[in-house]
């Protein structure tokens, strides 16, 4: 029988917490029953399976993530803003080691309030991207740069992959004022092939 009072909402936020203390990988619904101090097949009343644990905790990953950067954005514009934003990025990722990488998934389409999270994340780096002039195809191209960079630092750094001696901080303040540079000189894309004219023939290349 079911612990009186547990719901999914309550299983999540614990499972969200067990994540940062041990680690994504190591989450199992074994772990999670048992700080919850419930059988393991009381957990499948409010969870369908580890994956599905999984997809939920990103979901409130997501969200989380999103108001942090949401939140750094307001009334900043430009340089300001991406500095702000990557800080509280940066932030996120090391204050939850667990849950940061749940946020890397994609959103499920058949959670509304996942994709809504996603797209408000997505929305505020368009925004401040659009301080640069950035947008359409150039502002998701800078999106990207913008997310590979924080993730591929905040990923190594969670992983105790930065061994040298020079201060870790300011490696990171260098590398967001490099983004910001690249931001405020963004190179024109190359005009898409034009494929509906024939190709010429060996003999003429």
Known sequence: MPRAGLTPAIVVAEAARLADEVGLDRLTLALVAQRLGVALPSLYKHVKGLDALHQQLSALATDELATELATAAVGRSGTEAVLAVA????????????????TQRVPDPDDPAHVRSGERAVGTIVAV????????????????????????????????????????DRSFAQLVKALDAAF????????????????????AR
């Open 129 to 168: 991207l659009a301080g640069y002039g950035l947008s359409g195809d150039d502002a998701i191209d800078a999106t990207r740069a913008l997310r590979s960079a924080l993730h591929g630092f905040v990923a190594l750094e969670n992983a105790g992959g930065f061994g040298m001696p020079q201060d870790v």
């Open 184 to 203: 405020r000189s963004w190179p024109a894309a190359d005009p898409a092939p034009d494929r509906s004219a024939p190709a010429a023939p060996p003999s």
């Open 87 to 102: 800080d509280a990025y940066r932030a996120y990722a090391r204050t939850h080691p667990g849950r940061y990488p749940a």
